[in-house]
């Protein structure tokens, strides 16, 4: 909902492009600096615990959003939003990776599946109340409450047991067999947020597409996504999960192939489909490898690898813009060919019973 409302928020504060910019950035300072400590919290007191108190901050970020009245106090409100945000992306795939190995079959990628579910549900929300004509203010505020109450209930009925870690082990940097997972989240995350930031851009600036097919890129790969997430579990079952990463990295670089060679919007449409499918699993892999990891707390070898591959949202999409000025989308777009093919090379770590 929140990303959703950003042009309102950026019309009512009267930011320039430069100035929302920064502002939004502490949603990804805040995010880095508490997914260690996060991971510690969870090592400590157990995921289920830290799930239940975890909203708390994070809705009351989302109301901080909206009180907003300037760009600096929107930059500390995004920066509380990503802290207590990423604490909960911790501790709801620790939760997710315990009750995995409980029923002894995979069920992270359709977790994950559910959240992509969500942000287009909490985006499809935020359009029909902005159609209505309610202003930002009222929105997040009245949707904050509700989202905490929703939190709490669904957390009550987690389990528990994954806690009393070491907390001085759970602040590790990732290292061994842990830190190449985290380089094959860093490309698969640092890929998505390239297609997420500049596919658009691409359909618009190279094939002077009309803006409402722009627009949609965002939603073909999202949906890609999310239908690759919720059959993901099935696959991993039939395949080993090596192998699904190399097939789905392979998959992803076709799809990127195909929109740098694409001379038609809808050849882009059909790489972002693939693109989405290809890597709608590989960071639910990653993270249960990570959680089934024996020498650190399942909580804190996640936020470990998160740490790195989370890192890619920052500095991905400024990467291809940078490039781009050099050698054009197109070009630049080779990059995320090299990352696919590393996580092809690096595949082996995904296997089961992961060690450091």
């Not at 109301?63 to 907003?68: G, I, M, N, V």
């Not at 579910?117 to 359009?127: H, P, Q």
């Amino acid at each position: 909902m929140w990303i959703a409302r950003i042009p309102a928020v950026q019309e009512t504060l009267v930011l320039s492009v430069g100035e929302l910019g920064l502002a939004l950035l502490g949603g990804g300072l805040g995010s880095l600096l508490a997914l260690l400590p996060g991971g510690a919290l969870v090592a400590r007191y157990g995921s289920r615990q830290v799930a239940l108190w975890a909203p708390l901050p994070a809705c009351a970020a989302l109301a901080l959003l909206a009180l907003a009245t300037n760009g600096s106090i929107l930059f500390a409100a995004l920066v509380l939003w990503g802290a207590s945000a990423g604490v909960l992306d911790v501790a709801m795939n620790a939760q997710g990776s315990a009750i995995e190995q409980r029923r002894a079959r995979p069920i992270m990628s359709s977790l994950h599946g559910l959240w992509s579910l969500g942000t287009m549900s909490g985006a499809a929300v935020a359009a029909l109340v902005a159609g209505l004509g309610i202003s930002v203010r009222a929105h997040l505020l009245v949707a904050a409450p509700i989202l905490l109450g929703a939190m709490l209930v669904a957390a009550r009925p987690f389990v528990s047991g994954d806690g009393g870690q070491s907390v001085r082990t759970a602040l590790s940097w990732p290292r061994g067999q842990l830190l190449t997972l985290a380089v094959v989240a860093f490309c698969a995350v640092g890929t998505e947020g390239a297609m997420y930031d500049w596919s658009g851009v691409y359909l618009r600036r190279v094939l002077d597409a009309p803006q409402v097919t722009a627009a949609s890129a965002a939603t073909f790969l999202s949906a890609a996504m999310a239908t690759g997430r919720l059959v993901g579990d099935h696959l991993t079952v039939r395949l080993q999960a090596p192998v699904l990463a190399r097939v789905c990295a392979l998959l992803a670089a076709l799809g990127v192939s195909a929109i740098i060679a694409a001379p038609l919007p809808v050849v882009v449409f059909g790489g972002l489909i693939a693109v989405g499918l290809g890597l709608s699993v590989l960071v639910p892999l990653v993270f249960g490898a990570a959680g089934r990891t024996t020498d650190m707390a399942p909580g804190a070898a996640i936020a470990a690898v998160a740490s790195l591959g989370y890192a890619a949202f920052l500095v991905g999409p400024p990467t291809i813009g940078l490039v781009a000025d050099q050698v054009t989308l197109r070009g630049a777009f080779v990059i995320l060919l090299l990352l696919l093919g590393l996580i092809v090379v690096l595949a082996p770590a995904i296997a089961p019973h992961t060690s450091t």
